[in-house]
Protein backbone atom coordinates (compact mmCIF):
# COMPACT_ATOMS: atom_id res chain seq x y z
CA UNK A 1 0.00 0.00 0.00
CA UNK A 2 1.58 3.34 -0.69
CA UNK A 3 2.30 5.65 2.37
CA UNK A 4 0.60 8.94 2.44
CA UNK A 5 1.39 12.37 2.85
CA UNK A 6 1.01 12.37 6.10
CA UNK A 7 2.32 9.44 6.93
CA UNK A 8 6.25 9.83 5.97
CA UNK A 9 7.58 11.06 9.04
CA UNK A 10 10.73 8.80 9.30
CA UNK A 11 10.70 8.43 12.78
CA UNK A 12 6.85 6.45 14.22
CA UNK A 13 6.69 7.09 17.86
CA UNK A 14 5.76 4.48 20.36
CA UNK A 15 3.00 5.94 22.28
CA UNK A 16 -0.09 5.85 20.11
CA UNK A 17 -1.25 9.37 21.16
CA UNK A 18 2.67 10.82 20.02
CA UNK A 19 2.53 8.94 16.35
CA UNK A 20 -1.02 10.71 15.95
CA UNK A 21 -0.12 13.78 16.86
CA UNK A 22 2.90 13.59 14.59
CA UNK A 23 0.70 12.67 11.75
CA UNK A 24 -1.94 15.40 12.32
CA UNK A 25 -1.85 17.81 14.96
CA UNK A 26 1.81 18.33 14.84
CA UNK A 27 1.88 17.63 10.62
CA UNK A 28 2.44 21.12 8.71
CA UNK A 29 -1.02 20.20 7.06
CA UNK A 30 -2.89 20.50 10.25
CA UNK A 31 -0.13 22.20 12.52
CA UNK A 32 -1.31 26.02 11.44
CA UNK A 33 -4.95 26.21 12.68
CA UNK A 34 -4.42 23.91 15.81
CA UNK A 35 -2.33 25.93 17.00
CA UNK A 36 -3.80 29.25 15.83
CA UNK A 37 -7.14 27.45 17.32
CA UNK A 38 -5.48 26.00 20.73
CA UNK A 39 -2.64 27.55 21.13
CA UNK A 40 -1.66 31.04 23.50
CA UNK A 41 -2.52 34.03 21.15
CA UNK A 42 1.05 35.36 20.91
CA UNK A 43 1.77 32.23 18.71
CA UNK A 44 -0.69 33.29 15.91
CA UNK A 45 0.02 37.37 17.13
CA UNK A 46 3.74 36.90 16.06
CA UNK A 47 4.47 33.53 14.30
CA UNK A 48 3.89 33.05 10.96
CA UNK A 49 1.59 29.45 11.46
CA UNK A 50 0.21 29.76 7.77
CA UNK A 51 3.71 28.68 6.26
CA UNK A 52 4.89 25.78 8.36
CA UNK A 53 7.50 23.69 7.28
CA UNK A 54 8.75 20.46 8.91
CA UNK A 55 12.29 21.24 10.33
CA UNK A 56 15.40 18.75 9.62
CA UNK A 57 15.83 16.16 12.27
CA UNK A 58 19.37 14.59 10.95
CA UNK A 59 21.07 15.54 13.91
CA UNK A 60 19.07 12.95 16.30
CA UNK A 61 19.32 9.20 15.79
CA UNK A 62 15.79 7.14 15.77
CA UNK A 63 16.12 6.34 19.63
CA UNK A 64 16.84 10.37 20.68
CA UNK A 65 13.53 11.10 18.33
CA UNK A 66 12.22 8.83 20.77
CA UNK A 67 13.22 10.13 24.16
CA UNK A 68 13.11 13.61 23.41
CA UNK A 69 10.99 15.26 20.78
CA UNK A 70 7.59 13.96 19.11
CA UNK A 71 8.47 17.21 16.15
CA UNK A 72 9.88 20.77 14.83
CA UNK A 73 8.40 22.77 12.49
CA UNK A 74 10.13 25.67 11.15
CA UNK A 75 8.67 29.07 9.99
CA UNK A 76 9.67 32.97 10.39
CA UNK A 77 8.19 35.86 12.79
CA UNK A 78 4.84 37.69 11.25
CA UNK A 79 7.36 41.17 11.47
CA UNK A 80 8.41 41.34 7.65
CA UNK A 81 11.35 43.51 8.46
CA UNK A 82 12.56 40.51 10.79
CA UNK A 83 14.92 37.70 9.21
CA UNK A 84 14.93 35.90 12.26
CA UNK A 85 13.66 31.80 11.76
CA UNK A 86 11.16 30.19 14.16
CA UNK A 87 11.82 26.38 15.17
CA UNK A 88 8.84 25.15 17.26
CA UNK A 89 9.29 22.25 19.19
CA UNK A 90 6.59 19.76 19.75
CA UNK A 91 5.71 17.56 22.05
CA UNK A 92 2.80 15.44 23.33
CA UNK A 93 2.10 14.35 26.91
CA UNK A 94 -0.34 12.20 28.62
CA UNK A 95 0.66 12.58 32.12
CA UNK A 96 1.67 16.01 33.67
CA UNK A 97 5.18 16.01 33.66
CA UNK A 98 7.93 19.36 34.96
CA UNK A 99 10.73 17.37 33.52
CA UNK A 100 9.16 17.98 29.76
CA UNK A 101 11.26 21.71 29.90
CA UNK A 102 14.64 19.22 30.64
CA UNK A 103 13.69 16.87 27.59
CA UNK A 104 12.60 20.09 25.18
CA UNK A 105 15.72 22.03 26.21
CA UNK A 106 18.16 18.92 25.24
CA UNK A 107 16.15 19.11 22.14
CA UNK A 108 16.60 22.92 21.44
CA UNK A 109 20.47 22.60 22.57
CA UNK A 110 20.82 19.91 19.83
CA UNK A 111 19.43 21.49 16.92
CA UNK A 112 21.19 25.18 17.27
CA UNK A 113 24.75 23.15 17.62
CA UNK A 114 23.60 21.02 14.48
CA UNK A 115 23.12 24.19 13.27
CA UNK A 116 25.56 26.48 14.41
CA UNK A 117 27.86 23.97 13.22
CA UNK A 118 26.97 23.38 9.46
CA UNK A 119 27.32 27.14 9.49
CA UNK A 120 31.39 26.78 10.57
CA UNK A 121 31.49 24.16 7.93
CA UNK A 122 30.43 26.60 5.26
CA UNK A 123 32.55 28.81 7.06
CA UNK A 124 30.23 31.62 6.03
CA UNK A 125 30.54 33.84 9.61
CA UNK A 126 27.15 35.01 9.47
CA UNK A 127 25.26 32.15 12.07
CA UNK A 128 21.98 33.53 13.50
CA UNK A 129 20.62 30.86 15.67
CA UNK A 130 16.72 30.32 14.84
CA UNK A 131 14.08 31.20 18.04
CA UNK A 132 13.21 28.40 19.69
CA UNK A 133 9.67 28.21 20.93
CA UNK A 134 8.66 25.31 22.49
CA UNK A 135 4.81 23.61 22.56
CA UNK A 136 3.55 20.74 24.68
CA UNK A 137 0.11 19.75 24.00
CA UNK A 138 -1.25 17.52 27.39
CA UNK A 139 -4.14 15.44 26.97
CA UNK A 140 -4.73 13.31 30.17
CA UNK A 141 -6.96 12.04 32.80
CA UNK A 142 -5.11 14.35 35.31
CA UNK A 143 -5.30 17.81 36.10
CA UNK A 144 -2.23 19.80 34.96
CA UNK A 145 -2.51 23.49 35.92
CA UNK A 146 -0.03 26.31 35.97
CA UNK A 147 2.81 27.06 33.62
CA UNK A 148 5.92 25.08 32.77
CA UNK A 149 8.85 27.42 33.79
CA UNK A 150 12.06 25.48 33.63
CA UNK A 151 13.61 26.92 36.22
CA UNK A 152 10.91 25.57 38.57
CA UNK A 153 12.56 22.15 38.22
CA UNK A 154 15.08 23.52 40.92
CA UNK A 155 13.01 24.74 44.60
CA UNK A 156 16.52 25.62 46.42
CA UNK A 157 17.94 27.56 43.78
CA UNK A 158 19.50 30.46 45.53
CA UNK A 159 18.28 33.70 44.13
CA UNK A 160 21.98 34.53 43.94
CA UNK A 161 22.38 32.01 41.46
CA UNK A 162 19.25 32.09 39.42
CA UNK A 163 20.75 34.92 36.61
CA UNK A 164 22.90 32.18 36.07
CA UNK A 165 20.40 29.39 35.21
CA UNK A 166 18.60 29.08 32.14
CA UNK A 167 14.99 30.64 32.36
CA UNK A 168 12.42 29.76 29.59
CA UNK A 169 8.82 29.05 29.45
CA UNK A 170 7.47 26.24 27.58
CA UNK A 171 3.55 26.86 25.85
CA UNK A 172 0.93 24.67 26.96
CA UNK A 173 -1.66 23.39 25.25
CA UNK A 174 -4.32 21.87 27.87
CA UNK A 175 -7.02 19.78 25.89
CA UNK A 176 -8.24 19.34 29.11
CA UNK A 177 -9.84 23.36 29.31
CA UNK A 178 -11.63 22.24 25.95
CA UNK A 179 -15.69 21.71 25.81
CA UNK A 180 -16.79 19.32 23.53
CA UNK A 181 -19.51 21.07 22.08
CA UNK A 182 -17.41 24.13 21.45
CA UNK A 183 -14.07 23.09 20.28
CA UNK A 184 -12.33 25.73 18.03
CA UNK A 185 -10.59 25.67 14.58
CA UNK A 186 -11.54 24.37 11.44
CA UNK A 187 -13.86 20.71 10.92
CA UNK A 188 -10.55 18.39 10.51
CA UNK A 189 -8.98 21.06 13.25
CA UNK A 190 -12.16 19.73 15.89
CA UNK A 191 -12.12 16.13 14.24
CA UNK A 192 -8.35 15.95 15.43
CA UNK A 193 -8.98 17.34 18.71
CA UNK A 194 -11.75 15.85 19.44
CA UNK A 195 -10.53 12.09 18.84
CA UNK A 196 -7.63 13.24 21.64
CA UNK A 197 -9.72 14.01 24.23
CA UNK A 198 -12.14 11.33 23.51
CA UNK A 199 -9.44 8.36 23.43
CA UNK A 200 -8.59 10.31 26.29
CA UNK A 201 -11.54 10.22 28.54
CA UNK A 202 -13.08 6.61 27.15
CA UNK A 203 -15.85 7.67 25.29
CA UNK A 204 -14.04 7.52 21.65
CA UNK A 205 -15.76 4.45 20.23
CA UNK A 206 -19.46 5.75 21.18
CA UNK A 207 -18.62 9.31 19.65
CA UNK A 208 -16.93 7.77 16.41
CA UNK A 209 -19.60 8.85 13.84
CA UNK A 210 -19.66 12.34 15.43
CA UNK A 211 -15.54 12.74 14.53
CA UNK A 212 -16.18 11.62 11.01
CA UNK A 213 -18.74 14.42 10.70
CA UNK A 214 -16.09 16.81 11.16
CA UNK A 215 -14.37 15.31 8.63
CA UNK A 216 -16.98 15.10 6.31
CA UNK A 217 -17.66 18.66 6.90
CA UNK A 218 -14.01 19.64 6.16
CA UNK A 219 -12.95 21.25 2.99
CA UNK A 220 -10.53 18.76 2.20
CA UNK A 221 -9.41 17.39 -0.99
CA UNK A 222 -10.91 13.76 -1.41
CA UNK A 223 -7.43 11.48 -0.48
CA UNK A 224 -6.39 14.07 2.57
CA UNK A 225 -10.43 13.45 3.85
CA UNK A 226 -9.53 9.41 3.33
CA UNK A 227 -6.06 9.88 4.66
CA UNK A 228 -7.27 11.81 7.78
CA UNK A 229 -10.06 9.15 8.27
CA UNK A 230 -7.61 6.50 8.07
CA UNK A 231 -4.93 8.43 10.50
CA UNK A 232 -7.99 8.26 13.06
CA UNK A 233 -8.70 4.98 12.57
CA UNK A 234 -5.87 4.07 13.36
CA UNK A 235 -5.84 5.45 16.20
CA UNK A 236 -8.67 4.37 17.62
CA UNK A 237 -7.50 0.77 17.79
CA UNK A 238 -4.75 1.09 19.52
CA UNK A 239 -5.85 3.75 22.11
CA UNK A 240 -9.36 2.79 22.32
CA UNK A 241 -9.46 -0.51 21.18
CA UNK A 242 -12.06 0.15 18.16
CA UNK A 243 -12.78 -3.01 16.11
CA UNK A 244 -12.48 -2.82 12.34
CA UNK A 245 -16.59 -3.80 12.54
CA UNK A 246 -17.02 -0.75 14.95
CA UNK A 247 -15.01 1.93 12.76
CA UNK A 248 -16.88 0.41 9.11
CA UNK A 249 -20.24 1.31 11.42
CA UNK A 250 -19.10 5.01 12.31
CA UNK A 251 -18.26 5.39 8.25
CA UNK A 252 -21.35 4.54 7.26
CA UNK A 253 -23.45 6.42 9.42
CA UNK A 254 -21.61 9.60 7.82
CA UNK A 255 -20.42 9.27 4.71
CA UNK A 256 -22.09 7.83 1.48
CA UNK A 257 -21.78 6.08 -1.66
CA UNK A 258 -18.11 5.30 -3.20
CA UNK A 259 -16.12 7.45 -0.36
CA UNK A 260 -17.71 5.42 1.92
CA UNK A 261 -16.84 2.00 0.45
CA UNK A 262 -13.39 3.24 -0.68
CA UNK A 263 -12.65 4.60 3.24
CA UNK A 264 -13.96 0.91 4.48
CA UNK A 265 -11.74 -1.02 2.70
CA UNK A 266 -9.05 1.63 3.29
CA UNK A 267 -9.17 0.70 6.80
CA UNK A 268 -9.62 -2.76 6.31
CA UNK A 269 -6.24 -3.14 4.18
CA UNK A 270 -4.95 -1.57 7.48
CA UNK A 271 -6.41 -3.61 9.61
CA UNK A 272 -4.90 -6.48 7.68
CA UNK A 273 -1.18 -4.54 7.53
CA UNK A 274 -1.56 -4.17 11.40
CA UNK A 275 -2.34 -7.47 11.76
CA UNK A 276 0.81 -8.86 10.16
CA UNK A 277 2.66 -5.99 12.34
CA UNK A 278 1.11 -7.93 15.46
CA UNK A 279 2.12 -11.22 14.36
CA UNK A 280 5.66 -9.86 14.01
CA UNK A 281 5.47 -8.26 17.30
CA UNK A 282 4.69 -11.65 19.20
CA UNK A 283 8.16 -12.52 18.19
CA UNK A 284 9.94 -9.76 18.86
CA UNK A 285 8.11 -9.72 22.55
CA UNK A 286 9.76 -13.34 23.45
CA UNK A 287 13.10 -12.01 22.01
CA UNK A 288 12.85 -8.92 23.52
CA UNK A 289 11.41 -10.94 26.78
CA UNK A 290 14.00 -13.81 26.89
CA UNK A 291 17.26 -10.92 26.43
CA UNK A 292 15.79 -9.12 29.38
CA UNK A 293 15.66 -12.09 31.76
CA UNK A 294 19.26 -13.01 30.73
CA UNK A 295 20.46 -9.62 31.09
CA UNK A 296 19.46 -8.64 34.60
CA UNK A 297 18.19 -11.60 35.65
CA UNK A 298 14.90 -10.56 37.69
CA UNK A 299 12.63 -7.96 35.98
CA UNK A 300 9.98 -6.93 37.53
CA UNK A 301 6.35 -7.56 36.35
CA UNK A 302 4.81 -4.24 35.29
CA UNK A 303 7.61 -3.77 33.11
CA UNK A 304 7.00 -7.74 31.39
CA UNK A 305 3.23 -6.59 31.39
CA UNK A 306 3.87 -3.36 29.62
CA UNK A 307 6.24 -5.23 26.77
CA UNK A 308 3.94 -7.91 26.35
CA UNK A 309 1.34 -5.37 25.19
CA UNK A 310 3.17 -3.83 22.46
CA UNK A 311 1.82 -4.01 18.94
CA UNK A 312 4.26 -1.64 17.11
CA UNK A 313 7.22 -4.22 15.57
CA UNK A 314 9.37 -0.82 15.08
CA UNK A 315 9.20 0.27 18.60
CA UNK A 316 10.43 -3.34 20.09
CA UNK A 317 13.47 -2.45 17.93
CA UNK A 318 13.82 0.58 19.62
CA UNK A 319 13.45 -0.47 22.84
CA UNK A 320 15.68 -3.64 22.35
CA UNK A 321 18.31 -1.09 21.42
CA UNK A 322 17.35 0.89 24.99
CA UNK A 323 17.64 -2.62 26.53
CA UNK A 324 21.31 -3.50 24.88
CA UNK A 325 22.61 -0.11 26.43
CA UNK A 326 21.15 0.08 29.39
CA UNK A 327 22.72 -0.37 32.67
CA UNK A 328 19.96 -0.76 35.05
CA UNK A 329 16.29 -2.38 34.26
CA UNK A 330 15.17 1.20 35.51
CA UNK A 331 16.31 2.71 32.87
CA UNK A 332 14.13 0.30 30.74
CA UNK A 333 10.85 1.18 33.09
CA UNK A 334 11.93 4.62 31.98
CA UNK A 335 11.51 3.83 27.94
CA UNK A 336 8.55 2.58 28.50
CA UNK A 337 7.13 5.52 30.58
Not at 200 to 226: K, M, N, W
Not at 268 to 274: M, R
Not at 295 to 306: E, G, L, M, Q, Y
Request: charged residues 25%.
Amino acid sequence: MERSETDKPIWRPTNPHDRFCRRTAFHPLYAPDFLKSYGDPVLRELVDLDHLQAAPTTHLSDELKEVIMDASLMTRLLDTQSMSEILLHLEHKSKPSRAVALQLLAEVGLSLHFRWFLDKRRESGTFVPPIPLMVVVYNGAEDWEGEIRFQDLFPDLPERLRPFVPQFRVFLINLRHFQYGNLPGRPETRAIAESMMRATDGTFIDYLPGIFAHVAEADLAEPLRLDLTRSISSYGTYAAQATSEQIANAISSVFKGQEALKMIETIKNSFVLEGIEIGQAKGKIETLLAFLYARFKSVPKHITDAISQMTDPIALDSLATVVANSTSIDEVADALK
